[in-house]
C-alpha cells in the first residue's frame, strides 16, 4: 500500500506526531535557560546588529560581513527576528532553536518515507535524530542555531528530491529551483551544508536505485553515474561559491591554523581518533562536553594507528556489503562524508571534535542501523519483528532520557562548564568560562582558582590573561586585587597580541592604575582608545576615555558590578 492510503496515511501521521512531540518532550524545557558566556556574547546578547532587531542596514551587514570569521547570513537574520518579535529573552531564542529542530526531525521522516516506504524504519530513523544525545549541543546552544537552522533546509532538500519519479530522467525546473533554494538556504545557515550534493548522489545509489542498471544486480553503472553527477552540477557550483566564501571569512581573522602549528600527520591523527570517538558517542552517549581539547602535536601514536586500522576494516566492510546491504554502504558513506568539512583537517579553532558536528553524520550512521543491520521485513517472523519493535521502542526511551539530562547541564555557564572540566582534562577553555561564571554571581576567590589553572594549562592564551588580569586589577576587595600579578598578565597578553587589541591594552591601563603607576595607566589608556577608535570600536574607546580621566586624577578604576558581559 501507498503512504497515501488511509491505512498507511493514519500511522504516517502518528508517527510525525510522535517525532515531534520527542524532540519537543527533550528540548522545550530549554525556555527556561539562561545564555551561556561561550559565543552567546559575541553572536546574540552583546551584538549590536542583533540587539537592532530586523533592519535593512542589519540585513545588508549581515551578508556581507565576516563578523566572528564566519558567514551565516539566515542565522543572523533568524537571530535578529527573535529578538524583533521577543526581545532579548534567552527563553524565546530557546524556543525556537527546539521547533527548527522538531520540524527537521519530521522532515526526515517525512524525506524517508517518501523515498523508501517504510514508515516503521523511517521514524526510528528520525526518532534517533530527535532525541540522540550527540544533539544537545545543537538545539540548547543559542550560538548554535546554524545547526538547527541549517538541518531545516538540508531535510526539505531530501523531501523534495525524494518526490523525483525513479523513470524519471530529468529534474523538472520546478524541482531543480526548489533543490538550488534549499541548498542555498542551508549553506547561507551554515557552509557545513556543502555535502547536501553528495548525499543526494548516494541517495540515488540507495534507497532511489537510479545508479544500478537493475535493483538485483546492484551493480553501479557508471553511465547513470555520470549523468546523476552532471544533473547536480549546479548544486556543486554553489557550493564551491559558497566554500571560497567561507575560507576568505575564516582567513580574514586568522581563525585557521596553519601547518607550521599543527601538521598534517597530526591532524590525521587527530581525524581517526575523532571518528571513532564519534561513533563511540553514538552508540554509547556518555561524557559529553560542549569542548574537547585538540591534543595538538602530543597525541600518542597508538590511539590514531588502532583508530586509522578500525576504520579501515570498517570502510572495506562497507564495501563488501553494497551487494547485500546497500543501506550500510549508503549510510557508512553518509557518515564519512559528512562529517569531512569538519573533522579537522582544515583545523579551525581549538577543539579535537564536537558534538555539534554529528548533527548530519549521525543520520548516516542511523541509516546503516535501520536498514543495513536489521533484516530486511520478509525475513522477520511475528516474534522478530516484536522483539526490534521493543528493541527500538527501548533505545529511544533510553536516548531520550539520557538526552534530557544532557540537556540539564545547559541551564546555565557555571552548570556546563562544571560538567565540562569533570568530563573532559585539562581543558584551559572550560576552566576560563567556569571562572567568568563564578565571577558573575560573585564568587571571585573560586574564579581565581579556576582562571589560575586555565593559565597553568596554556600560559599563551592572550584572552584567558585579559579576564584573569583584568579580575586581580579592578574587583572591589582589596584582598582579591593583586595589581603586580595583573601588570604580568596584561602585559603578557597585550605582548602576545602585539599590542593590537584595544581591550587588552584598557587591561594593562588598569593594572597600572591598581599599581599606582598613573602616567604609564594614562600613556596606556590613551593608545588603547585611539587603536578602538581605528578599528570602528567607538563604544570600548569612550569606556576608555572615561577611565582615563580617572587616571589622570591618581585614582584606579574600580569594576563594579560584576558579570560576564563586558
Same mark, same amino acid.
Given at each position: 500500500?501507498?503512504?497515501?492510503?488511509?491505512?498507511?496515511?493514519?500511522?504516517?501521521?502518528?508517527?510525525?506526531?510522535?517525532?515531534?512531540?520527542?524532540?519537543?518532550? /527533550?528540548?522545550?524545557?530549554?525556555?527556561?535557560?539562561?545564555?551561556?558566556?561561550?559565543d552567546?556574547?559575541?553572536? /546574540?546578547?552583546?551584538?549590536?546588529?542583533?540587539?537592532?532587531?530586523?533592519?535593512?542596514?542589519?540585513?545588508?551587514?549581515?551578508? $556581507?560581513?565576516?563578523?566572528?570569521?564566519?558567514?551565516?547570513?539566515?542565522?543572523?537574520?533568524?537571530?535578529?527576528?527573535?529578538?524583533?518579535?521577543?526581545?532579548?529573552?534567552?527563553?524565546?531564542?530557546?524556543?525556537?532553536?527546539?521547533?527548527?529542530?522538531?520540524?527537521?526531525?519530521?522532515?526526515?521522516?517525512?524525506?524517508?518515507?517518501?523515498?523508501?516506504?517504510?514508515?516503521?524504519?523511517?521514524?526510528?530513523?528520525?526518532?534517533?535524530?530527535?532525541?540522540?544525545?550527540?544533539?544537545?549541543e545543537? /538545539?540548547?546552544?543559542?550560538?548554535?542555531?546554524?545547526?538547527?537552522?541549517?538541518?531545516?533546509?538540508?531535510?526539505?532538500?531530501?523531501?523534495?528530491?525524494?518526490?523525483?519519479?525513479?523513470?524519471?530522467?530529468?529534474?523538472?525546473?520546478?524541482?531543480?529551483?526548489?533543490?538550488?533554494?534549499?541548498?542555498?538556504?542551508?549553506?547561507?545557515?551554515?557552509?557545513?551544508?556543502?555535502?547536501?550534493?553528495f548525499?543526494?548522489?548516494?541517495?540515488?545509489?540507495?534507497?532511489?536505485?537510479?545508479?544500478?542498471?537493475?535493483?538485483?544486480?546492484?551493480?553501479?553503472?557508471?553511465?547513470?553515474?555520470?549523468?546523476?553527477?552532471?544533473?547536480?552540477?549546479?548544486?556543486?557550483?554553489?557550493?564551491?561559491?559558497?566554500?571560497?566564501?567561507?575560507?576568505?571569512?575564516?582567513?580574514?581573522?586568522?581563525?585557521?591554523?596553519?601547518?607550521?602549528?599543527?601538521?598534517?600527520?597530526?591532524?590525521? $591523527?587527530?581525524?581517526?581518533?575523532?571518528?571513532?570517538?564519534?561513533?563511540?558517542?553514538?552508540?554509547?552517549?556518555?561524557?559529553?562536553?560542549?569542548?574537547?581539547?585538540?591534543?595538538?602535536n602530543?597525541?600518542?601514536?597508538?590511539?590514531?594507528?588502532?583508530?586509522?586500522?578500525?576504520?579501515?576494516?570498517?570502510?572495506?566492510?562497507?564495501a563488501?556489503?553494497w551487494l547485500?546491504?546497500?543501506?550500510?554502504?549508503?549510510?557508512?558513506?553518509?557518515?564519512?562524508?559528512?562529517?569531512?568539512?569538519?573533522?579537522?583537517?582544515?583545523?579551525?579553532?581549538?577543539?579535537?571534535?564536537?558534538?555539534?558536528?554529528?548533527?548530519?553524520?549521525?543520520?548516516?550512521?542511523?541509516?546503516?542501523?535501520?536498514?543495513?543491520?536489521?533484516?530486511?521485513?520478509?525475513d522477520?517472523?511475528?516474534?522478530?519483528?516484536?522483539?526490534?519493535?521493543?528493541?527500538?521502542?527501548?533505545?529511544?526511551?533510553?536516548?531520550?532520557?539520557?538526552?534530557?539530562?544532557?540537556?540539564?547541564y545547559?541551564?546555565?555557564?557555571?552548570?556546563?562548564?562544571?560538567?565540562t572540566?569533570?568530563?573532559?582534562?585539562?581543558?584551559?577553555?572550560?576552566?576560563?568560562?567556569?571562572?567568568?561564571?563564578?565571577?558573575?554571581?560573585?564568587?571571585?576567590?573560586?574564579?581565581?582558582?579556576?582562571?589560575?589553572?586555565?593559565?597553568?594549562?596554556?600560559?599563551?592564551?592572550?584572552?584567558?590573561?585579559?579576564?584573569?588580569?583584568?579580575?586581580?586589577?579592578t574587583?572591589?576587595?582589596?584582598?582579591?586585587?593583586?595589581?603586580?600579578?595583573?601588570?604580568?598578565?596584561?602585559?603578557?597578553?597585550?605582548?602576545?597580541?602585539?599590542?593590537?587589541?584595544?581591550?587588552?591594552?584598557?587591561?594593562?591601563?588598569?593594572?597600572?592604575?591598581?599599581?599606582?603607576?598613573?602616567?604609564?595607566?594614562?600613556?596606556t589608556?590613551?593608545?588603547?582608545?585611539?587603536?578602538?577608535?581605528?578599528?570602528?570600536?567607538?563604544?570600548?574607546?569612550?569606556?576608555m576615555?572615561?577611565?582615563?580621566?580617572?587616571?589622570?586624577?591618581?585614582?584606579?578604576?574600580?569594576?563594579?558590578?560584576?558579570?560576564?558581559?563586558?
Amino acid at each position: 500500500m501507498s503512504p497515501t492510503e488511509p491505512g498507511p496515511l493514519r500511522a504516517t501521521i502518528g508517527l510525525s506526531v510522535a517525532v515531534i512531540a520527542l524532540a519537543l518532550v /527533550v528540548y522545550l524545557p530549554t525556555v527556561g535557560h539562561d545564555w551561556v558566556n561561550y559565543d552567546d556574547p559575541i553572536y /546574540v546578547y552583546d551584538n549590536p546588529r542583533v540587539a537592532e532587531g530586523l533592519t535593512l542596514e542589519g540585513t545588508i551587514w549581515a551578508f $556581507s560581513s565576516f563578523f566572528g570569521a564566519n558567514w551565516f547570513p539566515l542565522t543572523w537574520l533568524s537571530w535578529m527576528l527573535d529578538n524583533q518579535w521577543f526581545g532579548m529573552n534567552p527563553g524565546a531564542f530557546h524556543t525556537t532553536n527546539a521547533l527548527l529542530h522538531a520540524l527537521s526531525a519530521w522532515l526526515l521522516f517525512a524525506a524517508l518515507t517518501r523515498m523508501t516506504g517504510d514508515l516503521g524504519r523511517s521514524a526510528f530513523v528520525a526518532a534517533l535524530f530527535a532525541v540522540h544525545p550527540l544533539h544537545v549541543e545543537s /538545539v540548547a546552544w543559542i550560538s548554535a542555531r546554524k545547526d538547527t537552522l541549517s538541518g531545516v533546509f538540508f531535510m526539505l532538500a531530501l523531501w523534495v528530491y525524494a518526490g523525483r519519479p525513479i523513470d524519471s530522467d530529468r529534474l523538472g525546473v520546478g524541482r531543480r529551483l526548489a533543490l538550488l533554494g534549499c541548498t542555498a538556504a542551508a549553506l547561507m545557515s551554515k557552509p557545513t551544508a556543502a555535502t547536501l550534493p553528495f548525499v543526494l548522489l548516494l541517495l540515488d545509489a540507495w534507497p532511489l536505485g537510479r545508479l544500478t542498471a537493475s535493483a538485483s544486480t546492484r551493480r553501479l553503472d557508471l553511465n547513470r553515474l555520470r549523468r546523476s553527477a552532471l544533473e547536480k552540477v549546479d548544486l556543486f557550483a554553489l557550493v564551491i561559491i559558497a566554500s571560497f566564501v567561507f575560507l576568505a571569512a575564516q582567513h580574514s581573522a586568522d581563525m585557521v591554523v596553519g601547518l607550521n602549528h599543527l601538521g598534517f600527520g597530526a591532524r590525521l $591523527s587527530n581525524a581517526a581518533v575523532s571518528c571513532v570517538s564519534y561513533l563511540g558517542k553514538f552508540a554509547w552517549p556518555t561524557n559529553l562536553a560542549v569542548l574537547y581539547p585538540h591534543p595538538g602535536n602530543a597525541q600518542e601514536l597508538w590511539k590514531p594507528l588502532i583508530a586509522g586500522t578500525a576504520l579501515l576494516i570498517a570502510t572495506i566492510g562497507a564495501a563488501m556489503a553494497w551487494l547485500r546491504r546497500p543501506a550500510f554502504t549508503v549510510g557508512w558513506l553518509w557518515f564519512l562524508g559528512t562529517l569531512l568539512p569538519t573533522i579537522g583537517l582544515l583545523q579551525v579553532g581549538s577543539q579535537a571534535m564536537a558534538d555539534r558536528y554529528m548533527y548530519l553524520p549521525l543520520i548516516g550512521l542511523s541509516l546503516a542501523m535501520a536498514w543495513g543491520v536489521f533484516p530486511p521485513a520478509s525475513d522477520r517472523t511475528p516474534a522478530v519483528r516484536m522483539g526490534l519493535a521493543t528493541m527500538a521502542l527501548a533505545s529511544i526511551a533510553s536516548l531520550t532520557a539520557v538526552a534530557g539530562a544532557q540537556v540539564g547541564y545547559w541551564r546555565n555557564s557555571e552548570l556546563l562548564f562544571r560538567h565540562t572540566v569533570t568530563v573532559t582534562t585539562d581543558n584551559h577553555i572550560a576552566h576560563a568560562h567556569l571562572a567568568s561564571a563564578l565571577l558573575e554571581r560573585g564568587d571571585a576567590e573560586s574564579a581565581i582558582d579556576h582562571f589560575t589553572v586555565s593559565i597553568r594549562l596554556r600560559p599563551d592564551a592572550p584572552d584567558v590573561s585579559n579576564h584573569f588580569a583584568w579580575l586581580l586589577a579592578t574587583h572591589g576587595d582589596r584582598q582579591i586585587r593583586n595589581p603586580y600579578l595583573a601588570i604580568k598578565l596584561a602585559e603578557r597578553a597585550s605582548r602576545l597580541s602585539q599590542r593590537g587589541q584595544p581591550a587588552y591594552l584598557d587591561t594593562l591601563a588598569a593594572a597600572y592604575a591598581s599599581a599606582e603607576r598613573y602616567e604609564e595607566a594614562v600613556l596606556t589608556a590613551r593608545e588603547g582608545a585611539d587603536l578602538a577608535r581605528e578599528l570602528g570600536q567607538e563604544a570600548l574607546a569612550q569606556a576608555m576615555e572615561t577611565r582615563l580621566a580617572l587616571y589622570q586624577d591618581s585614582l584606579p578604576y574600580i569594576h563594579t558590578p560584576w558579570g560576564n558581559r563586558r
